[in-house]
């Protein structure tokens, strides 16, 4: 069945560059785009960027300048790097699985915390 | 961006009543190749959110009928009839017709 996995460091400090992985099982990065979505604590869900299937990428234009989404097929893993840190970056970070244009499964997020 | 008006913010409701929850887009949700992609999400407490229904009317696999989407152009509803306690939570709808995606800001489902 459809998988997805976040994993990534927990807490960083401001400034510096975050990494998270999705890790997928149950369909191939080839035929379906994964996206990044991101809920600050007790608040609602911003779309951060897509990996489509072909390879190529969107980016929400509030943190263009700041992200970069890759992958590697052989691996089924998405990646997400983003840098310069602020404390307003923390929250929930959720990979999901593109079906079409909408999110069809969603792993179960891995908590980023920015803080000093 | 297009700017996703969800309403009401708060909806209480009695087990086996019904609830209707509203999303208007600052621009029209039809795209250029005649689809509309206004989506419905329900999270509930603790969980990822999962997808209800997609491409305005859909249900998505394994979702009751007791969920409906309706509605074009800017204005959309979602219908819950017969809630039950597995229903409650925050439900977002989201729009995927302009770049950048956006998410309406959420209605929370509660009991009355």
């Known amino acids: 069945q459809v998988q997805l996995e976040e994993s990534g460091p927990g807490l960083m400090q401001p400034s510096e560059t975050l990494s998270l992985t999705c890790t997928v099982s149950g369909f191939s990065l080839t035929s379906n785009g994964v996206g990044w979505v991101r809920q600050p604590l007790g608040k609602g869900l911003v779309w951060m960027g897509t990996?489509?299937?072909?390879?190529?990428?969107n980016y929400n234009s509030a943190v263009q300048s700041r992200l970069s989404i890759s992958r590697d097929t052989s691996k089924s893993q998405v990646f997400l790097k983003m840098n310069s840190l602020q404390p307003e970056d923390t929250g929930t970070y959720y990979c999901?699985?593109?079906?079409?244009?909408?999110?069809?499964?969603w792993g179960q997020g891995t908590l980023v915390t920015v803080s000093s | 961006d297009v700017v996703m008006t969800q309403t009401p913010v708060s909806l209480p409701v009695s087990l086996g009543g019904q609830a209707s929850i509203s999303c208007r887009s600052s621009?029209?949700?039809?795209?250029?190749?005649?689809?509309?992609?206004l989506h419905w999400y329900l999270q509930k407490p603790g969980q990822s959110p999962q997808l209800l229904i997609y491409r305005v009317s859909n249900r998505f696999s394994g979702v009751p009928d007791r969920f409906s989407g309706s509605g074009s152009g800017t204005d959309f509803t979602l219908k819950i009839s017969r809630v039950e306690p597995e229903d409650l939570g925050d439900y977002y709808c989201l729009q995927s017709t302009h770049f950048p995606l956006t998410f309406g800001s959420g209605t929370k489902l509660e009991i009355k």
């Open positions: 990996i489509w299937a072909g390879g190529s990428t």
């Open positions: 621009q029209s949700l039809v795209h250029s190749n005649g689809n509309t992609y």
């Open positions: 999901a699985r593109q079906e079409g244009y909408w999110f069809a499964y």
